[in-house]
């Protein structure tokens, strides 16, 4: 469709300029919002920017400098480094806690979670996982499924521990299950853990109100998604023969889920071009940049998602097991998880991962102590009002902050020098049996 496109973007341009003899026609403004309706309907989008230049931290704006701490084959590890010249504000800023954000692999790019990285980024230092379009991916880097994907998780845990002592970890839809998977065997092999983990909209238990996509996932065989969704890339790029599922069928999918919609916007953003309204245009064209930019999945990584959680349900049956990076085969236990503050949030109305299904992370982790688990349900929130928006600002963003303010001041008091002294013991100078004794439970303890 790119020649059509193309075409369609020139017409567009001919008939919306007024001082071209097209631009003179009286329906020329009609035939320029078709034009650019058709373009826009066609046009690959490209990978968006997280764009986020500055934060306002009390008052104060802090320069972000958007860098890659660590790069994989399929995975960027993004952190969002904050600068400032002010003193106060500085110091403020280095003791604000670690956060890991495992941005989904589903369709979209991590920078569907703009929002979710500028509201944090106040109070917390940002890291999140930027996955790679597999059709860019050379077949050289080798297969990626989903224990690769668990696998990525516990490296980048383990980086920002070694930078900070300890962190937290948000997971929102998607990630969820590999998240509590990874900081699960973390647990088992006897780690550190993260201070908390946030899990926001994820399918944990698909059993649990089952949506659209649970029902197409549990209807249709493990062979039926084979031949009908996977698909060998073209030479034209750099992975090219890699097997993936491709971004333009996903979105086909994210479409038919509520194509009414979505057929009204793109009307109202015609009859809005006409009218002249910029503003409207304006945010439909940003909405949509966002929405229509997608990325190939490697085949065995979404074929093995397909499998383990909406058909299996591995992980709440207790028989997942994952191949680590030495190749030894380990079992996912969350009930080993013991010292990891929990937080499970869902949205009302969303309609992807269905009520109950996230909620569900807390009777599966049986380890870790009521007192540390939470569970927030947003009223009128669907699926993207969890994480993006005004609800997420105003009601989930709080309640996040909070919960993860409190395990870190926990662990820094555990952690303070004062916390750590032992009472000294006087050994009585005039009493030589008394210094025996003295070190005799010395050494016991």
Sequence with gaps: MEPLTDL???????????????????????LSAGYDLLHRLGKDYIKPEFGLRT???????VAIHERIEINKPFCELRRFKRFSDDSATLDKLKVQPAVLIVAPLSGHYA??????VKAMLKDH???ITDWKNARLIPLSEGKFHLDDYINYVQEFIRHLQGRYGNCHVMSVCQPTVPVLAAVSLMASRGETTPLSMVMMGGPIDARKSPTAV?????????????????????????????????????HSGFVAMNPSNHAKSHYDYFRDMIKGDDASTE???????EYNAVLDMDADYYLDTIKVVFQDFSLVNGTWDVKGVDGKIERVRPQDITTTGLFSVEGELDDISGSGQTEAVHSICSGVVAAEQKHL???GAGHYGIF?????????????KAFILSHQRAADKLASPTARAKPAVKPAAKKPVAKVAVKKVARKK
């Design 111 to 116: 920078t569907l979670l703009r929002d979710t």
């Design 55 to 61: 934060v306002d931290v009390d008052g104060i704006d």
């Design 377 to 379: 349900e947003v009223k």
């Design 8 to 30: 369609a973007q020139s017409a567009a341009k001919i008939y919306g300029n007024p001082l071209s003899l097209a631009g003179q026609n009286p329906f020329a403004q009609r």
């Design 125 to 127: 230092k940002v890291y």
């Design 388 to 400: 993006s928006g005004s609800r997420w600002r105003d009601i989930v963003y709080p309640e996040v």
């Design 283 to 289: 945010a439909h064209r940003k909405f949509y940049d």
């Design 214 to 250: 649970n029902n197409l996932a549990m209807s249709k065989s493990h062979e039926w998604f084979e031949h009908n969704v996977i698909y060998r890339v073209p030479t034209n790029f750099a992975g090219a023969g890699r097997r993936v599922y491709p971004g333009f069928l996903q």
